[in-house]
């Protein structure tokens, strides 16, 4: 795992090198080469040492071209074997040296071989080729001009940046495909890659992957579909565990994490409770039940409030820009607390709510009709008047984040990713996937990230992802339950008196931010997520004031460092401040 950055003319240097430290904080490299007659090139990168421990020499090269390599190829070790049929040989055990020999022989094509999660850059003396892995679980930001290219893993590595308005942040509350709230600072897609020529002074952007694409025949046997979750789990798993340093996973008591602790067998779990929720959201005695059921050690994590307030600059530091999630403190602790016990890798449940129709919303939005008088229904009465209508209308209207003023916008921005091809299930879980686990992979990487760890995510493996999409709807959702086959792959490895399995409601990653801030338990995530874009600004201000010193500094003839001043006042800052 890395930080990486580099192109064409840039004005990267040591302190943006340093500004990446969290993410590769065992090796650093920079280094600026002329091009003749187009200026210099920079290439620099930070290294966590998670697959070949020892130092190696930085950046990789293979006969005069150059990786810049963040994440991890799983399936480094079958690549190498296949590469050196072909004559490759390598002087590193490191899936970044593998990764570059794999584009040098099969060009673009290396994408659809590699198992991963990862972001990557590769320069060959005429052009940057940068690609990003399918889900999008690694960041790769740039922005260009004719004579300009610049590429990092994270923004702040960039700079003279400027927060400016996004009409798709203020729709969604989150950035999502190549949107940033940073002027002229785009994301490259998940699935998708990127050529910037240098001598034609072009930046081209091209699809590799999409899950519609590889939908096929619909898989109907039950015991068929349930036994093949498991063996593509099984070894979605076995990928992840490798590295040479140990790995323990964040559990929660629900489903989705409880089947990866159970065919993972790590000997030690993160577990986030907090004291306000005890007494109705207890992921506590799930989580101590399967340990004696499977046998782990349990790491629980109680955040307070004085730590919220205490790690507040700091989440909006790392994360950047606003998810619109309050778990992104929680994440934060758990990282926090696996790095201090010696962790660099974790494996977590990311992804199965969206591919297996997992939740609570959809129940509503694919009953037959309006549902009963329960529970369930009191607990989501304001989403049930959003119940009438087709069912990208009633989508829009679940899932909008401002009301129902905010359904008709949000229908014309998801209105692309709705296909009458497609049942009303597939489309939910392919939005989900596409658009709304976006925010969430961020949140991850980052509050992973900022404490030196590697998060990953067995459910996102590309072929557990098409398989879903290969599922008949009745395998996904039954009898008003979504993620029926889950269910039933880890009801087929538990013993059946498991509390896990016997749990009605599971609430993601709950925080009490809004009892700590307001005195209240009403969850209003508009006010969290201007609070939070607020703090990003301040945390930008806060290294432009940085700079100023050390201008001043310079003067003095101290080492000096570069700019990153924002050039609009706050008042025209950020959708939501």
Known sequence: MCGILGGINTSFDERSVASLHARGPDQSSLVTEPVPGFGAVTLGQTRLNVVDREDIALPVRIAG????FNGEIYNHHELRRELETHGWLFQTTTDTEVALASYLHWGADCLQRFNGMFAMAVWDGRRFFCARDRMGQKPL?????????????????????EFVSQDVFDLLEFCVNEHTLFRDVLALRPGHYLI???????????????????VGQKITDEQEAVDGLIELLEDSVRLRMRADVPVSMFLAGGLDSSLIATL?????????????FKETINEERYVRDLAGKIGFRVNMVRPTKGEFFEDLAKLAYHLEMPTGSFSVFPLYRLAQAASDSGYKVVLSGEGADEL?????RNEFLLASGVPQESVKERHYASMLRRYHGSSLDRFCRMASRSGLTGAASLKMFLAEH??????TLENICYVESRVFLQPLLQMADRMTMAHGVEGRCPFLDHRVVEFAFSLDDSLRYRDGVGKWIVYQALSKLLPADSLVLHRN???GLPTPVNLWMQGRHTFDRKHWNALMTAECIKS??????????????RRADVMPAAPIVPTAPIASMGGSV
């Open 65 to 68: 071209n150059t990786i810049l």
């Open 540 to 553: 930008l201000i806060g290294r432009a004031d940085e700079v100023v010193a050390e201008k001043t500094a």
């Open 196 to 214: 910037y020529d240098l001598h034609r002074g072009t930046c081209d952007t091209r699809a590799y992957w999409d899950i519609e694409h590889q």
């Open 418 to 423: 709705w296909s009458e091809r497609r049942s």
């Open 141 to 161: 930001f740039y922005r260009y001009n004719d004579r300009r290219f610049e590429f990092a893993s994270e923004v702040k590595a960039f700079h003279d940046l």
């Open 264 to 276: 993972s067998g790590v000997d030690e779990v993160f577990t986030c409770q907090f004291d306000e």
């Open 356 to 360: 297996f129709c997992g939740y609570a």
């Open 505 to 507: 409601v599971k609430d």
